[in-house]
Structures are given as C-alpha cells and as structure tokens.
C-alpha cells in the first residue's frame, strides 16, 4: 500500500501509529483517507449489488412516473459522477505536466467515479421497479457521509497548521462532493410516489407498513400512531389496522398449494422414472403384487420452500446480532485497561464508549427487525397450515373420516397449528444456541484459562437431565392429545345428535362422560406443569452456578490467578450473554418436542412433525364424482352417537319402547364412501 500512496509532496505512508494512536490529537494519514476510507461505500455497494437486483427481479410493483424528486436524486448522482472523474482528469493532466501523481489518485477517483455511475443507474433502476425508498443506498449515502467526515476534518486542520491549502483543486472538489453526498442522503429519506397504475387499495383501514419508508420499518415509526391512539383511549376493534396483501390467507393458502403441487410432481416424475427402469421378473409378481403407492414429499419441505426466503433474512438479521453481542464485552475490556493506565489519551475512553453506544444501537434495531420477520414467518406458517387441512377436510371421504376423527382435525386446526406459530421463533436457537455457547467458551478460555472447563463440564452434566424431563413431556403430550380426540370426538357426536339425547334424557351421563376425559387431561397437564417448572428452574440456575463454578476453580487452582476488575467484569458479561441460549434451551426443546406428535393417531404411526399434518387426511375424491355429502351428514351424528354403558338404547325415559332412528340402507348405501359415491 506504501508504493500505491507513493512519495514526494503529496505522498504519504499508508499507516502511522504515532499520528493515528499514539497522540493526543489523532488523524490518519492522507493515504490512509483516500484508500480505505473512498472505498468502503463502494465495496458496499458493489457486494450488495447481486442480492439486491435478485430481490428487485422478483418483487416488480410497476414503475414510478418521474418526479422532482427522482430528478434530484438523479442529478446529484451525475455531478458526483463528474466529480470524481474532474479528480481523475486533473491527475493526468499533471502526469502530462510532469508532477506525477501517486497512483492512488488514479485508482480512487476513478473507482469513486464508476461506483457514483452504478449508483446512479440503480436510482432508475429502482424507479421502474417500483421502489418507494431504497435501504440499500441509504445506507450507501450514510456510509459516504461518515467516512467523508474524518477527511472534512483532517483538511482543515491541516490548511490551519500549515498556513495555506498545499492542493486548492483537491480541496474544492473534496468539498463539493462531500456537500453532494450529503444531500444525496437528505433526498434518499423521502419516499416517492406509489407507482403508476397500481392497485387501488379498497381496506376501510390499511396498514401504514406497506407504504413506509426504509427509516420508517426500522425504527417501527409506522405504528408510533397506533401507539399514541392507545394511550389516549383504549383500542377498539375498528382501530386495528387490515392484514397486509402478503400476510392475507387467499395469498399464503395459494402460495403453499402451488408449493406442495409442484413438489408433488416432481416426486411423481421421480417415482415414474424409477419405475420404468424396472421390469417385473414374473407375471405371478404383477398379480399378486400390490401397486406401490405414491410416496408423498414431506410438508415441511414445502413450508420451507414457501417461506424460505423469510427464514434465510432471519437468519442473517439473528447472525449479525449474535456477532455484536460479543463485541461489547472486549471493549470492555479496552474501557478498563484504559481506565488502569493514567497516561492514555483522553480520546481513548471517548472512543470506547461512542463504541460501545453504536454496538447497542446496532444490536437493538437488528434485533427487533429480527424479531418481528421471524415473528411475521410463524403467523403465516400458521395461517398456510390452518388452510391447507380446512381445504383438505371438505373433500375428504366418510372411510377417512372414520380413521381421522373430528377431534383429530379440530385440534389440528387449532392447538397444532398454534404450536408450530409457537415453534418458529426458537427454529434459529438450533444453530444460534450452539454458536453462542461456542464463541463464549472461547472468549472465557481467552480471559479465564482451563478454569472455564469446570463450567462446561456442568452444563453437559445437565443436559441430559433436561433430555429426560423433554422425552416424559413428550409422552404426556401424546396421551393428553388422545384425550383431547376423543373429548372433541364426543361433543360432536352430542351435538349432532342432541334431539335425540334429549329425548332420552342422557345429559347427566354424556356430562360425567366429558368430564371425566376432561379430567384425564387436566391431570396430565398438571403433571407436565411441574417437570416444565422444573426444568425451568434448573435452567434459570446454571448460569449463576456456571459461575460460581468457572471463578471459584480460577481462584482456588492457582494463588498466581488473581480476580482483578478486568476479569471480573468481562467474564461476568460473556457469562450473561451465556445465560441467554442456556435459558432458551429447556423451551427450545420443550416446543420442539410438542409439534413433533400433532395428535394422538400421529403419533402412535411414527408420523411426526408436519408429515402428520398431511397424511393425517390422505383420501381424497376424485374428480368429476359427486357424492351425496348433504343426506349423509345428517345421519352423521347418529351414527356415531352410542347410549351411555347401563343404558338400553331403545328404553326412554318415560319407561316406553323407543324407536332407535338408525339410517338404513336406503340413506347409507353400501360400500360408499362419504362424499364419493359407490362405484
């Protein structure tokens, strides 16, 4: 870098510790600004370019007329263009004048100039595809400007040191760029218009997420409106805003459908070319042997195709934190070795602590965009789940309905697939968690030595503890979900045939029947509660018996190892950061271990996870048969509705012969199946 910047009046060495660090009145060297701090923007934006033109490939909303604003924007990319190529230019032209120029005063205006151009392209580019405000060049124009300021300052200081400006032409269009760049920021924050010819939106009260900015999204500044109706008076239904277009059952039902379809005809293309590969060794093996059936993909594969790209920006937003979240505890420890050394610069401990205060900010908005993406993931997996089994269940046959009891569907409508919207925003602790607990380890071993192996031999003695509380949890929540089948199953064979249980008085016994199963459920429940209170409790204490443990073995293994302030401190905060997964493990494995039985039947197949929630109403009708779904669901109900033990079904109350109304062949035909007539 030393032969880039080069020699003579103008050059300079690439880095100087004595002018940078070791003063009281830092400043980088002049090679130093013009190199790195020119070329972080552009790296930016040149690294962010491929993902950025796929995502606006895939997400056209219709283009935006051209307006003022767009004109500006687009005026201050060409004049930056031209600033940085007049730069260019002047150092050839003192080449040809015979002052030859470091070569940096090629390479940098010239790199600057063909970032400005690509800048400048993208502004129209995004014009057309629709975009209101661009993320990606607000954070361009802001990485221009903060890396604009230290060369703004040195600039000056060194015109005032010197007495004059040792290069006026460099001094002006340094200026005039950093004004432009400046402005270009203040113009980025507005948003434009919608974009031409788009739908009009007919919601009595729309959600103000759709149409906010880049800064509006995220600092949440789009709800700051709800947020003030509510502490001036209390919320109403009319005030909560309508569902966004993305977010709307039609559109996620839709998108999972063609999802799961096309994965089905990838796998029967499969099945079909493995099968054609293959001949039948007799004639014997076509009689007697059964056809094969389709193998049908997983769902999950398909919820995760569906919704993939939510959960791949989650995982960025979760990686980027987890990464901060270490950050803070090593410039504590900056901040107090700064503190122990009297002869530091006072800039230092300014330093420290502006980093220190950026790192939380950071940390924070990442966080909380994380939060409400994953948060966003599991609602939709929620609503795509619920829709597919309500499609799936009005076309199934009586002969699956007999297998899948309403209980059955109901609670997968229902708790299932409530507990999967439970699950998503743990999915990511499977390999956060782990990293986490990776990066602490390590940074304690820096800090503490082999003392943190006592640490980390008392967390592994505790899981499989917590493993043992997870697989008796697990076997609660089978049994508890064949009791909640047959409870729903119940009241729907009551409330089907509720005429004729009130005609023969069976109220008392039918209610000692559901509360009896209800029971059963609440004492598994009970049950449960305690080995999840304990587990939690467990949990809540390792990480101050980590500890106890990790310091006690630093102290007592060595008189040398002395517990000072620096140790104390930073270890104590990797130990809180520590405290975060370890606490999130027990409910990690809690929710996960839920979702894998959705149901008492799944469960007993082997069939867990999302693959019960397809198999578990497999038969489907087919096409162009119409079945007689309306007489027999009126029998439907009676047929399943049984007299209660010790009761004769054909005594009523009054002590005379009834007339049990059984529909005979005439209303169920044989062989049928439900919505399919026989064939």
């Known amino acids: 870098m030393d032969a880039l910047c080069g020699s003579g009046e103008l050059g300079s060495k690439f880095w100087d510790s004595n002018l940078s660090v070791h003063t009281d009145n830092p400043d980088f060297t002049p090679c130093f600004q013009n190199s790195v701090l020119a070329w972080v923007p552009c790296i930016y934006l040149w690294a962010a370019l491929p993902c950025y033109l796929f995502c606006l490939q895939h997400r056209h909303q219709g283009y935006i007329v051209l307006s003022r604003l767009s004109r500006l924007k687009t005026a201050l990319g060409v004049l930056l263009w031209c600033v940085s190529w007049t730069d260019l230019f002047y150092s050839f032209h003192g080449l040809v004048h015979g002052w030859a120029p470091a070569p940096i005063f090629f390479v940098t205006p010239l790199v600057v100039g063909v970032t400005m151009l690509l800048a400048t392209l993208l502004i129209q580019y995004e014009r057309l595809q629709g975009v209101r405000s661009s993320g990606v060049l607000i954070i361009f124009w ?20 010197q007495g004059k400006i040792s290069d006026p032409f460099r001094f002006t269009t340094f200026y005039i760029y950093f004004a432009l760049v400046l402005s270009a920021l203040i113009l980025s924050c507005f948003r434009e ?113 569906t919704f993939g790209s939510s959960f791949l920006l989650s995982m960025c937003f979760k990686l980027i934190q987890d990464l901060l979240s270490f950050i803070n505890p090593q410039l504590l420890s900056v901040l107090i070795r700064f503190i122990s050394n009297p002869t530091a610069p006072t800039w230092w401990g300014f330093l420290v602590a502006g980093l220190m205060f950026v790192c939380s900010v950071m940390q924070t908005l990442i966080l909380h965009q994380y939060y409400h993406c994953i948060f966003v993931m599991g609602l939709r997996f929620r609503t795509g789940i619920i829709g597919v089994i309500y499609r799936k269940a009005l076309v199934i046959t009586n002969s699956v309905k007999r297998e899948s009891t309403v209980g059955e569907i109901v609670n997968l409508m229902s708790v299932d697939a409530q507990r999967f919207m439970d699950v998503v925003p743990f999915i990511n602790l499977l390999w956060s968690a782990p990293l986490q607990i990776i990066l602490a380890v390590y940074f304690l071993w820096q800090n503490l030595g082999p003392s943190v192996l006592a640490g980390v031999a008392l967390m592994v003695l505790l899981i499989p503890l917590n493993g043992a509380v997870a697989v008796k949890m697990r076997v609660f929540q089978v049994e508890q979900m064949k009791f909640k089948d047959s409870r729903i199953k119940l009241m729907s064979e009551i409330l089907g045939g509720i005429k004729v249980l009130k005609l023969y008085a069976w109220e008392p016994s039918f209610l000692k029947q559901v509360e009896d199963i209800r029971q059963d459920e609440l004492r598994l429940m009970r049950q449960a509660a305690y080995l999840h209170a304990t587990s939690t409790f467990i949990w809540i204490c390792t990480p101050f018996l980590v500890t106890l443990t990790t310091l006690g073995m630093y102290v007592s293994v060595d008189k040398n190892n002395v517990l000072d302030a620096e140790k104390a401190f930073v270890s104590v905060s990797l130990f809180n950061i520590l405290k975060i997964p370890l606490n999130m493990l027990p409910q990690l494995i809690s929710n996960l271990a839920q979702p894998r039985y959705p149901g008492a039947k799944r469960g007993t197949r082997g069939c867990g996870g999302a693959c019960g929630l397809w198999e578990v109403l497999p038969v489907v009708c087919p096409a162009g048969r119409d079945g007689e779904a309306g007489r027999q669901g009126v029998y439907e109900g009676l047929r399943g509705l049984r007299a209660p033990a010790g009761v004769d079904p054909e005594l009523h109350s009054s002590g005379k012969r009834a007339v049990w109304p059984s529909p005979g062949p005439q209303a169920l035909p044989t062989g049928s199946g439900g919505l399919c007539p026989a064939s």
């Open 142 to 161: 802001f990485l221009c400007v903060v890396c604009g300021i230290i060369p703004f300052r040195s600039k000056i200081l060194s015109a005032l040191a």
């Open 193 to 305: 218009k919608p974009p031409f010819f788009s739908p009009k939106n007919i919601d009595p009260n729309p959600c103000p997420e759709a149409g906010a900015g880049f800064l509006s999204r995220l600092s949440f500044w789009w709800f700051t409106k709800l947020a003030i109706l509510g502490y001036r008076r209390p919320l109403e239904e009319w005030d909560l805003w309508c569902l966004n277009k993305e977010d709307r059952s039609h559109v996620v039902v839709q998108r999972l459908l063609q999802e799961r379809k096309k994965q089905q005809e990838q796998a029967a293309r499969h099945q079909a070319a493995e099968a054609s590969g293959k001949r039948l060794s007799s004639e014997g093996e076509v009689l007697l042997g059964g056809r094969p059936q389709a193998r049908e993909p997983p769902f999950l594969r398909a919820l995760m195709a």
